[in-house]
């Protein structure tokens, strides 16, 4: 358990057993799954945890009860990681209302076969809930990252419960940088809705926020504007450092020393940073991370089957699908006897947003030779700026 404030307790669970979120997203410290206890003259529940942490997190929430019973639990969230406990504690307060909006209840009534018509509380944007000396007010979220998404603000203490909103991976004693692992959070599970996040953002700018209680990752407390800029930034998709991201995907090596003698001559040329990353080895939502941190990017592939290498195309798919624009784009592709990599690379690229393609394109035939090293240096002028 973790006191918030005297009256909000984060009786959540840290799984340092998680190896993997979402059955796909790496996890290298585990997950926090985060549920808060308000108690007030009422108690409130806000959201549970996943099945996985289900019994430590029933004791957590025992001892912070100290043998009271709850009123009321607020669903801001359905999916499971968040809602998976939900009728354990129903069955352990049956007399306990139940409180969501609309689209809350329907989406419940998909996970789960229970009448629960008599629990119900409707909430719509701007309703409230006094609990005794606190109020929560319920602001609608859609698509952050889900449509039934609501976030609640506790007027006293000034403490926004944000949902999935400004969460990370690893637990919340993870000895790391908050911004890399919520970066790579953020961009992977709700880089889409940009729109939607800044709404949200319009909406929170409105109140006096002191504490941010996000359902994954710690509680923040301190230097809120760093994350809300940091949100602002990440929601707009504008570029957060400028830098250049080589990601290379090759088949037997002679693309990956391609973009590794890239890497060199932009960094002989001055660039401010050069970040790269092997798409066939390293773990590829860091890749789609980095791609939305810097300002400009290289994709260097080999051909494949007249298309490209499949890691790029799946590292170009996850960039669409996450709506990557606002960037220079320079392609390095190789092929034997038929290049084919660069003109799919750039079918894909066009079909995003305010992408600039840098011309012309660099081709390698099996291995780099003198003339595409003369192509990199000409490239790193127009790269380095």
């Given at each position: 358990?973790e006191?918030?404030?005297n009256a ?37 529940v806000?959201?549970?945890v ?8 029933m ?7 100290d043998?009271?019973?709850v009123?009321?639990?607020v669903?801001q ?6 809602s ?15 409180v ?32 005794g ?19 609640t ?39 889409k ?27 923040l ?15 707009s ?7 250049i ?20 001559i932009?960094e ?11 798409l ?5 939502h ?7 941190r ?11 089957d007249?298309?490209v ?12 699908a996450k ?8 392609i ?46 000409e490239l ?6």
């Open positions: 358990m006191k918030v404030t909000i307790i984060n009786v959540g669970v840290n799984d340092y057993e998680a190896t993997l979120f979402e059955s796909q997203y790496m996890l290298e410290a585990g997950m926090a799954y985060n549920s808060y206890v308000i108690l007030d003259d009422k108690v409130a806000m959201d549970t996943d099945s996985a942490v289900t019994e430590e997190w004791k957590n929430l025992n001892d912070a009860l043998e009271r019973s009123d009321y639990v669903v969230h359905m999916e499971p990681d968040h998976g406990s939900l009728l354990k504690l129903i069955e352990k307060f049956p007399e306990m209302k139940i969501g909006n609309a689209k809350t209840f329907s989406m419940m009534g998909q996970f789960f076969d229970i009448d629960i018509e008599d629990k119900k509380i409707v909430v719509a944007e701007g309703d409230t809930l006094e609990l000396s606190r109020t929560l007010t319920f602001m609608m979220a859609p698509m952050v990252h889900w449509p039934e998404v609501m976030v603000y506790e007027s006293l203490e000034k403490v926004l419960f944000s949902a999935d909103a400004f969460g990370k991976f690893g637990t919340r004693d993870a000895d790391e940088d908050w911004a890399c692992e919520a970066r790579r959070y953020y961009f992977n599970i709700v880089g809705y940009g729109v939607q996040v800044q709404m949200l953002l319009k909406k929170a700018a409105t109140l006096d926020i002191q504490i941010i209680c996000p359902l994954h990752g710690p509680v407390s301190e230097n809120l504007e760093y994350y809300i800029d940091k949100y602002n930034t990440w929601s998709y504008e570029p957060e450092d400028k830098g991201f080589i990601a290379h995907a090759s088949i037997h090596g002679n693309t990956a020393k391609a973009a590794e003698k890239l890497k060199e932009l002989e040329a001055g660039a401010e940073k050069v970040a790269i990353a092997d066939c080895r390293e773990d590829m860091e890749s789609v991370e980095d791609a939305f810097y300002d400009r990017l290289v994709l260097a592939a080999s051909s494949y007249a298309e290498f499949p890691p790029m195309a799946e590292f170009l798919h996850h960039l669409k709506n990557y624009q606002k960037r220079t784009v320079a390095m592709e190789n092929g034997s006897w038929a290049p084919t990599a660069a003109r799919v690379m750039k079918a894909q690229l066009e079909g995003m947003k305010n992408i600039d393609i840098i011309e012309p394109v660099i081709t390698i035939k099996s291995t780099m030779k003198p003339d595409n090293v003369e192509q990199m240096k790193a002028k127009v790269l380095v700026k």
